[in-house]
Nanobody, 126 residues
Framework: QVQLVESGGGLVQAGGSLRLSCAAS????????MGWFRQAPGKEREFLAA????????YYADFVKGRFTISRDNAKKTVYLQMNSLNPEDTGVYYC???????????????????WGQGTQVTVSS
Protein backbone atom coordinates (compact mmCIF):
# COMPACT_ATOMS: atom_id res chain seq x y z
CA GLN A 1 0.00 0.00 0.00
CA VAL A 2 1.29 3.45 -0.94
CA GLN A 3 1.97 5.86 1.91
CA LEU A 4 3.17 9.46 1.79
CA VAL A 5 4.12 11.10 5.10
CA GLU A 6 4.84 14.82 5.31
CA SER A 7 6.93 16.42 8.05
CA GLY A 8 8.70 19.69 8.82
CA GLY A 9 5.74 22.01 9.24
CA GLY A 10 5.32 24.36 12.17
CA LEU A 11 5.14 27.98 13.26
CA VAL A 12 7.53 30.49 11.75
CA GLN A 13 7.78 34.27 11.72
CA ALA A 14 7.31 36.26 8.52
CA GLY A 15 10.52 36.28 6.51
CA GLY A 16 11.63 32.95 7.91
CA SER A 17 12.21 29.57 6.28
CA LEU A 18 11.00 25.99 6.58
CA ARG A 19 12.00 22.76 4.88
CA LEU A 20 9.24 20.21 4.34
CA SER A 21 9.88 16.52 3.71
CA CYS A 22 7.66 13.81 2.26
CA ALA A 23 8.73 10.20 2.74
CA ALA A 24 7.20 7.66 0.34
CA SER A 25 6.75 3.92 0.69
CA UNK A 26 4.95 1.19 -1.25
CA UNK A 27 5.84 2.51 -4.70
CA UNK A 28 8.71 2.58 -7.18
CA UNK A 29 9.60 6.13 -6.22
CA UNK A 30 11.81 6.94 -9.20
CA UNK A 31 8.92 6.23 -11.61
CA UNK A 32 6.64 8.83 -10.02
CA UNK A 33 6.28 12.55 -10.48
CA MET A 34 6.05 14.27 -7.10
CA GLY A 35 4.19 17.45 -6.26
CA TRP A 36 3.47 19.84 -3.40
CA PHE A 37 0.11 21.53 -2.84
CA ARG A 38 -1.35 23.63 -0.04
CA GLN A 39 -4.83 24.44 1.20
CA ALA A 40 -5.99 27.31 3.39
CA PRO A 41 -9.39 27.33 5.14
CA GLY A 42 -12.14 28.17 2.66
CA LYS A 43 -9.83 27.94 -0.34
CA GLU A 44 -9.11 25.38 -3.03
CA ARG A 45 -6.09 23.15 -2.75
CA GLU A 46 -3.53 24.93 -4.93
CA PHE A 47 -0.47 23.74 -6.81
CA LEU A 48 2.93 24.86 -5.52
CA ALA A 49 5.69 22.83 -7.15
CA ALA A 50 6.39 19.54 -8.91
CA UNK A 51 9.41 17.49 -9.90
CA UNK A 52 9.37 14.86 -12.63
CA UNK A 53 11.13 11.51 -12.50
CA UNK A 54 14.01 13.37 -14.14
CA UNK A 55 15.29 15.50 -11.27
CA UNK A 56 16.15 18.51 -13.45
CA UNK A 57 12.56 18.84 -14.72
CA UNK A 58 10.72 21.06 -12.23
CA TYR A 59 7.60 23.22 -12.27
CA TYR A 60 6.49 26.05 -9.98
CA ALA A 61 3.43 28.17 -9.44
CA ASP A 62 4.15 31.78 -10.35
CA PHE A 63 3.55 33.03 -6.82
CA VAL A 64 6.29 30.84 -5.29
CA LYS A 65 9.00 31.19 -7.94
CA GLY A 66 12.21 32.46 -6.41
CA ARG A 67 11.10 31.54 -2.87
CA PHE A 68 10.38 27.78 -2.95
CA THR A 69 12.60 24.99 -4.24
CA ILE A 70 11.53 21.38 -4.80
CA SER A 71 14.04 18.51 -4.82
CA ARG A 72 14.07 14.74 -4.46
CA ASP A 73 16.35 12.00 -3.16
CA ASN A 74 15.45 8.76 -4.91
CA ALA A 75 17.68 6.67 -2.65
CA LYS A 76 15.73 7.91 0.39
CA LYS A 77 12.39 7.95 -1.45
CA THR A 78 11.87 11.48 -0.21
CA VAL A 79 10.81 14.75 -1.81
CA TYR A 80 11.58 18.12 -0.20
CA LEU A 81 10.21 21.64 -0.37
CA GLN A 82 12.53 24.40 0.81
CA MET A 83 10.49 27.52 1.57
CA ASN A 84 12.17 30.90 2.08
CA SER A 85 10.87 34.43 2.64
CA LEU A 86 7.61 33.14 4.07
CA ASN A 87 4.69 35.50 4.63
CA PRO A 88 1.32 35.07 6.41
CA GLU A 89 -0.36 34.30 3.07
CA ASP A 90 1.68 31.08 2.96
CA THR A 91 -0.22 29.71 5.96
CA GLY A 92 -2.05 26.47 5.25
CA VAL A 93 -1.89 22.69 5.22
CA TYR A 94 0.82 21.44 2.88
CA TYR A 95 0.38 18.15 1.05
CA CYS A 96 2.68 16.01 -1.07
CA UNK A 97 1.35 13.87 -3.90
CA UNK A 98 2.58 11.19 -6.32
CA UNK A 99 1.72 10.55 -9.98
CA UNK A 100 2.79 7.52 -12.04
CA UNK A 101 5.02 9.14 -14.65
CA UNK A 102 4.37 6.72 -17.53
CA UNK A 103 0.72 7.80 -17.71
CA UNK A 104 1.81 11.24 -18.90
CA UNK A 105 -0.16 14.08 -17.36
CA UNK A 106 0.02 17.75 -16.41
CA UNK A 107 1.73 17.88 -13.03
CA UNK A 108 0.27 21.29 -12.14
CA UNK A 109 -3.25 19.82 -11.92
CA UNK A 110 -4.61 18.49 -8.64
CA UNK A 111 -6.60 15.80 -10.44
CA UNK A 112 -3.45 14.33 -12.00
CA UNK A 113 -2.15 12.80 -8.77
CA UNK A 114 -2.91 9.25 -7.67
CA UNK A 115 -1.73 9.38 -4.05
CA TRP A 116 -1.75 12.02 -1.31
CA GLY A 117 -0.23 12.45 2.11
CA GLN A 118 -2.13 13.56 5.20
CA GLY A 119 -0.63 17.05 5.19
CA THR A 120 1.48 19.14 7.55
CA GLN A 121 0.45 22.51 8.99
CA VAL A 122 2.49 25.61 8.20
CA THR A 123 1.66 28.80 10.09
CA VAL A 124 3.43 32.08 9.35
CA SER A 125 2.98 34.84 11.92
CA SER A 126 3.22 38.57 11.26
Amino acid sequence: QVQLVESGGGLVQAGGSLRLSCAASGLAFSNYDMGWFRQAPGKEREFLAAIKWRVDNTYYADFVKGRFTISRDNAKKTVYLQMNSLNPEDTGVYYCAANFALLGATVTRRSTYDYWGQGTQVTVSS
